[in-house]
């Protein structure tokens, strides 16, 4: 069964065909939940919620391709994660001085696996974690964020280049032991 | 949503992750179950939602409906009502005349008036509307016939439910004296259904006390 078949059983509400797109697309955002929030247990439970929401809001979708489909869901995700986080007050205020623009070096990002780069993520404070996720991996700009979390466009700046400067901090440790690991 | 620093490929690394290696792996199934369940609770509720919906229409409509019967009821006369619906008290008729005159003349009274009784509680066991029968028939003077046509010609103007004997010693809380004759009345009419239990003191039932 193709995707754009099972979209349109799980409009008419048949369980199977939900528990089959469950199944292809939880693991993926079950990771972009953990991507926001550390936690295994409140990244599941966003996760449901998500899925929750989805299959509520399908009826009206209007199936535009695999990759539409996908990126709609993960907003819905995200969504979510925004809502719990900002529930729990986890953005930090940060004076607005914005600090010099930051370059990650992206070819030593390159070099890690993915799992190495997650693990660097998560390791992130949660409000520079979600500026991060937001700017460099979901490609919004800084109105857009600010207009997201309830902060203004200097905050959301700051936010990112702090973000920048700890993970270049981890990723220059993370490439010495990278190089300590190949030359030995 | 542009941003030109993107780096698609870590970028594209990191989407398309589904799992940490060395983690044990997402249970899909019970979260399944767990999603399911809420899918189904709210199916659910929305369909309780519409019980209570026609539940609320149901008796909306029996509140708009109900009154206006009762009111028709009392508005209308016995005259009225025999003008209206004809043909119902036409057969009335039959049936009071036929009683009447069926009845052969050498029947002692007292059995004809207690045949016609049971005849009407058979018909209408409980709550019994009934209807003055006009009757048309010249009644002997001398016979029960006579007595029978004057009281019901006469129009009547509450509904008598039932009368049933109580008997006993005791009622509620309150200690009734045993040689009281006791009768349940119960009379119903648009305003409601009140019943009371009465007792005959009669000169025979008197107590010593009274």
Not at chain 1, 8 to 35: I, P
Not at chain 2, 85 to 114: F, G, L, Y
Not at chain 2, 144 to 166: D, G, L, S, W
Request: glycine share 4%; charged share 25%; net charge positive.
């Amino acid at each position: 069964m193709t995707i754009p078949e099972l979209i349109k059983e799980a409009k008419k509400g048949s369980a199977a065909a939900q528990r089959y797109l469950f199944d292809l697309m939880s693991d993926k955002m079950l990771m972009v939940c953990r991507r926001y929030v550390r936690n295994q247990q409140d990244a599941e439970e966003l996760l449901l919620d998500g899925f929750y929401k989805f299959f509520k809001a399908l009826p009206d979708l209007n199936y535009q391709g695999d990759a539409a489909l996908y990126s709609w869901l993960k907003r819905i995700m995200i969504n979510e994660c925004l809502m719990f986080l900002r529930k729990k007050n986890a953005f930090v205020v940060v004076s607005e001085h914005v600090a010099e623009t930051m370059a990650l070096e992206e070819n030593i990002l390159n070099d890690l696996s993915a799992a190495e780069i997650f693990n660097l993520v998560i390791q992130l404070p949660a409000g520079y974690r979600t500026v991060f996720n937001l700017y460099v991996i979901e490609g919004m700009n800084h109105g857009e964020i600010a207009g997201l979390l309830g902060i203004s466009e200097g905050t959301s700046k700051s936010q990112l280049s702090k973000a920048k400067s700890l993970l270049q901090k981890m990723l220059t440790q993370q490439n010495i032991e990278y190089v300590k690991r190949k030359t030995q | 949503m542009s941003n030109e620093k993107r780096s698609d490929s870590w970028i594209d690394k990191l989407d398309r992750l589904e799992g940490l290696p060395g983690e044990a792996p997402f249970d899909k199934m019970a979260a399944w179950d767990r999603l399911h369940l809420r899918l189904d609770e709210k199916r659910d509720k929305k369909r309780t939602i519409w019980y209570w919906a026609a539940a609320c229409l149901f008796i909306g409509c029996m509140v708009v409906v109900l009154p206006k019967q009762g009111h028709k009821d009392n508005v209308s006369s016995p005259v009225s009502r025999v003008a209206i619906k004809d043909s119902n008290v036409q057969a009335e008729q039959v049936i009071v005349s036929n009683r009447v005159t069926s009845m052969p003349a050498d029947v002692p009274a007292r059995k004809r008036t207690a045949s016609s009784t049971e005849k009407r509680v058979a018909v209408t066991p409980d709550v019994a509307a009934i209807m003055p029968p006009v009757i048309n028939v010249i009644p002997h003077t001398d016979t029960i016939q006579e007595e029978t046509a004057t009281v019901a010609a006469a129009p009547r103007k509450m509904r008598v439910v039932h009368i049933n004997e109580v008997g006993g010693d005791v009622i509620g809380n309150a200690y009734v004296y045993p040689e009281h004759k006791q009768f349940k009345i119960a009379i119903s009419g648009p305003a409601g259904f009140a019943s009371q239990v009465v007792a005959d003191k009669t000169s025979k039932t008197l107590s010593p006390k009274n």
